[in-house]
């Protein structure tokens, strides 16, 4: 079964707009990843935030991580519609990752 | 270009039939993953590899599925007597410490 569960699970927005989207959890988790996919895809890797860590940057991405509320956030600044993709989030479980079910982005021109 | 690559990226096949898809990791990295996708969900894991050894194994893999990983390299993934609930995208990604994980652009089964 998937750990993971991101909200909401479409979001449209229109480009230079912020996204937000966020990932509940269910157990503790040494690390948790962000990856994004483009329709009929594989998987990139966005972005790394370990457990004692609560916010990290990466251009216009900004990941926190509540541990205590087992939920971690993604929020994409200036959007732009090449950002158009599902988005999730994964997290560590001994050999794999659990991954969530996703949420649709969509940046409208 | 030295990333993941999977091989054929579509495949349709009609039910019954047996169907092999086959997963290149970037070459140093010894840990190998294979994920199922279904529309509309999130990757769901399959099987691990670290070199030549199966080391995990879900029970999403039922006896229709085995995985390979000859010689700690390629990897292939056979699924014997294909039923329509198959129908997903296979998804193979490769890793060297087992955190930082790279995909492969994923096969695509349709069974018909």
């Known amino acids: 079964s998937q750990q993971g569960e991101e909200d909401p699970q479409a979001l449209s927005i229109q480009e230079g707009e912020n996204a937000t989207m966020n990932c509940s959890y269910k157990t503790s988790i040494n690390n948790l990843q962000w990856y994004r996919q483009n329709s009929g895809r594989g998987l990139v890797h966005l972005i790394l935030i370990r457990s004692n860590e609560r916010e990290k940057h990466s251009g216009r991405l900004r990941v926190t991580l509540d541990t205590s509320k087992k939920s971690s956030s993604l929020l994409i600044t200036a959007s732009r519609a090449a950002d158009t993709a599902s988005y999730f989030c994964a997290t560590d479980g001994g050999n794999q990752f659990y991954f969530g079910t996703g949420t649709s982005l969509t940046v409208i021109p | 270009d030295t990333g993941v690559s999977q091989d054929p990226r579509h495949k349709i096949t009609k039910r019954g039939q047996n169907v092999t898809f086959r997963c290149d990791p970037i070459?140093?990295?010894?840990?190998l993953y294979w994920y199922r996708q279904t529309l509309g969900q999130g990757p769901e894991f399959l099987t691990y590899?670290?070199?030549?050894?199966?080391?995990?194994k879900s029970r999403l893999l039922s006896d229709r599925f085995s995985a390979e990983r000859p010689k700690g390299s390629f990897s292939t993934l056979e699924i014997q007597r294909t039923e329509q609930g198959d129908s997903a995208m296979y998804l193979c990604?490769?890793?060297?410490?087992?955190?930082?994980?790279?995909f492969g652009p994923g096969t695509r089964l349709t069974v018909t």
């Open positions: 990604a490769s890793s060297p410490t087992g955190v930082l994980w790279d």
């Open positions: 070459s140093e990295h010894n840990r």
């Open positions: 590899f670290q070199n030549e050894a199966q080391l995990e």
